[in-house]
RNA sequence: GCCAAGAUAGCGAAGUGGUCAAACGCACCUCUCUGUAAAAGAGGAGCCGUAAGGCUUCGGGGGUUCGAAUCCCUCUCUUGGCACCA
């Protein structure tokens, strides 16, 4: 690919809006300057997830093509809190938090962006510039704005319309994010859809104060699996510290029509290819190979493959996963409830009674349907709760 | 400071004296089916008890009542409006 079409293909593929436009940003990208690019990370949440990697993959492109890359740990903004999500208000962080926050991060988008070797992403902390102004500075650039300006956008014209409140420090974030960029003299910000506001805010601001452009890249927001908004609440998303088996089997949730948005967006695939594999191969199949790709991604090609068998095995053969708890007991005839209880396979005697009634619970393939009668195990018996609870009977004594 | 509204299960949100272990939606769990931990369909969802039944839950505490998520008092918190800002 030369660089033209890598160029391309970036400003393209992933990405919901340029400003001002794609034709300017193409235009500085191909005339061979080195820009300075930043990505402004919450350290309050180091927990990644797969939605997170949509941005990073955004800025590795970047990192690829020479160009100079910022990770921007908004220790300083953090404290505010983001309006953008304002249910929760963050507790302050100590400063020894921050760090640890900050290398958990960076652990976990080490696999998608380079920390190391020949240009680097640098990480930065927006306190070092953001404590240090005073209120003289902060009302200064207070006066490149309007609050009609702010009052536009939509989340506060529907708190508005709501009765809900609208604090004022709320006002203050978009602008402790936007110094961020005079700060650093960047040349352009990237981030979710949902920092378009905010980003904005920054663009006018190096207009105003330094005179240049800044351009702004927004990424979509990932769907979670379950093609809802992604959200806590909702538990849909994956976070990157999952096992192999669990990345594998939650893509293999992930409804059907969302399978090539995330080839798109989380993979490294050729666009034109998933193209082609979306004609020859069924859902399924399609599925397994972007649960394999992802596996693969943030563990290792071999653990793609063992997960990949190991789904097969369980959940289409309906067999036995290689690996399971295995727990102890002591006697033949055993009270299924207490088997359960006791081992914590269950979290309390009613719900085990429950599931026994729902026939969920099997040992060795035969279903239990009477907790009151007591069971007879073997050493090596296996017993089966819902889909995906196992563990084998180690007979002792 | 004053006035008003509100606090219900993981979240959102009904319920305004007994039929409320608490509707409904989302998430969750199970089963059936299937091409998957998909979709669809059916069911479940405090705890203890084989069961009958019992016990603990609707911001905290206290009260009224045969009986309270529901009424009263009080406290805490959230929010809106007003006032103060000499």
Redesign the pocket.
């Known amino acids: 690919m030369s660089d033209n079409e890598k160029i391309e293909e970036i400003l393209s593929r992933g990405v919901v809006k340029i400003y001002p436009s794609k034709e300017a940003l193409e235009k500085v990208l191909r005339s061979g300057k080195r820009i300075r690019l930043y990505l402004g990370i919450d350290p309050s949440n180091p927990q990644l997830h797969l939605g997170h990697t949509v941005v990073l993959k955004k800025l590795r492109e970047f990192q690829n093509l020479g160009h100079e890359v910022i990770l921007l740990v908004g220790d300083f903004t953090g404290r505010i809190g983001d309006p953008t999500d304002k ?1 929760s208000m963050r507790k302050k962080l100590t400063h020894k938090e921050v760090l640890e926050n900050a290398k958990t991060y960076q652990n976990q988008a080490e696999k998608v962006v380079k920390f190391d070797g020949k240009n680097p992403v640098k990480l930065k902390f927006n306190s070092e510039w953001l404590d240090k102004l005073t209120f003289n500075e902060i009302a200064e650039l207070a006066t490149f704005f309007t609050v009609q300006q702010f009052l536009e956008r939509d989340m506060y014209q529907k708190r508005i319309k709501e ?4 604090g004022l420090h709320e006002f203050l974030y978009p602008l402790m994010q936007a110094y961020d960029s005079v700060a650093m003299d960047v040349n352009m910000e990237i981030g979710g859809n949902d920092q378009t506001f905010n980003m904005l805010v920054g663009r006018e601001l190096v207009k105003s104060k330094l005179g240049r452009e800044k351009f702004v890249i927004t990424v979509p927001l990932l769907l979670g699996t ?1 093609g ?1 908004k992604m959200g806590k ?4 998303y994956i976070p990157l510290t999952d096992s192999a ?2 990345i ?3 893509i ?5 029509d969302l399978v090539y948005q995330y080839f798109e967006l989380c993979t490294l695939f050729p666009l034109q290819s998933i193209k082609s594999l979306e004609k020859e191969l ?3 199949d399609l ?1 397994k190979r972007l649960a394999f790709e992802i596996v693969k991604m943030y563990h290792s090609e071999k653990e793609a493959q063992k997960a990949q068998k190991e ?1 097969e095995k369980v ?2 053969n309906k067999g036995l996963p290689s690996n399971m708890e295995t727990i102890s007991c002591s006697s033949k005839n055993q009270n299924i ?1 207490d088997l359960l ?1 006791k081992n914590n396979l269950v ?5 085990a ?3 026994i009634e ?3 619970v099997d040992i060795d393939e035969q279903t239990i349907k009477d ?2 009668n007591p069971i007879n195990v073997k050493n090596g018996s296996v017993i089966h ?5 196992f563990a084998k009977i180690n007979l002792i004594g």
């Open positions: 249910t009765g809900k409140p609208i379950d809802q609440s909702l538990g849909n088996n669990d594998y089997g939650k293999m949730s992930l409804h059907d069924n859902p399924m599925k789904f959940f289409q409830i209880v979290s309390s005697r009613s719900e009674k429950r599931l729902q026939g969920s907790f009151q709760i819902g889909k995906r609870k």
